[in-house]
T-cell receptor, first 113, second 115 residues
């Protein structure tokens, strides 16, 4: 059974740029959630994707967007990067849209300079 | 709105000593509760979960947690801590979104283990 994988591991961008982060869900899981974890804080829910559609969104601006593909993998896109976007971005997969038991990937560390 | 409070930012215990990490939640209905552990530079690993039934739940690595509805608490315990338990621990509550569910996390407790 393959766990949740994320790429890249680390990323450095400058303010104003755009970034795409990728996530492959755990085998058999069809729902992907994205979380932002700023330094010293707990993860904050960004949004969730199920059946290739956004299935719920946290308090993040529209410049945070996502996609889910037919194989259930997902992308997180962030436009017009700001310094405060520097964080660990975590992807989690679950078996169904209502599935609360979420399995997390190792995360992508984004640094915005 | 749902929220989770972890009152202790840092806790230091001696190896072999017992451990209790505190978690208080705010949620109107029956909560779904979780404890996750995060080692430096790593993702989150699920230690245990409470959905319903027995209020004392057992998890991996010798951890257990007790759900107390009257106190809105879900404290994590371990009878004897090992040096490898040093990590950051997050309590979370499951909360509904428009069409699904999300996790609401506390700010975390950093556990240090001294030999």
């Amino acid at each position: 059974e393959t766990g949740v994988t994320q790429s890249p591991t680390h990323l450095i961008k400058t303010r104003g740029q755009q970034v795409t982060l990728r996530c492959s869900s755990q085998s058999g899981h069809n729902t992907v959630s994205w979380y932002q974890q700023a330094l010293g804080q707990g993860p904050q829910f960004i949004f969730q994707y199920y059946r290739e559609e956004e299935n719920g969104r946290g308090n993040f601006p529209p410049r945070f967007s996502g996609l889910q593909f037919p194989n259930y993998s997902s992308e997180l896109n962030v436009n017009a990067l700001e310094l405060d976007d520097s964080a660990l971005y975590l992807c989690a997969s679950s078996f169904i849209a209502g599935g609360l038991e979420q399995f997390f990937g190792p995360g992508t560390r984004l640094t915005v300079l | 709105a749902q929220s989770v409070t972890q009152p202790d930012i840092h806790i230091t215990v001696s190896e072999g000593a017992s451990l209790e990490l505190r978690c208080n939640y705010s949620y109107g209905a029956t909560p779904y509760l979780f404890w996750y552990v995060q080692s430096p530079g790593q993702g989150l690993q699920l230690l245990l979960k409470y959905f319903s039934g027995d209020t004392l739940v057992q998890g991996i690595k010798g951890f257990e947690a007790e759900f107390k509805r009257s106190q809105s608490s879900f404290n994590l315990r371990k009878p004897s801590v090992h040096w490898s338990d040093a990590a950051e621990y997050f309590c979370a509550v499951g909360a509904p979104t428009e069409y699904g569910n999300k996790l609401v996390f506390g700010a975390g407790t950093i556990l240090r283990v001294k030999s």
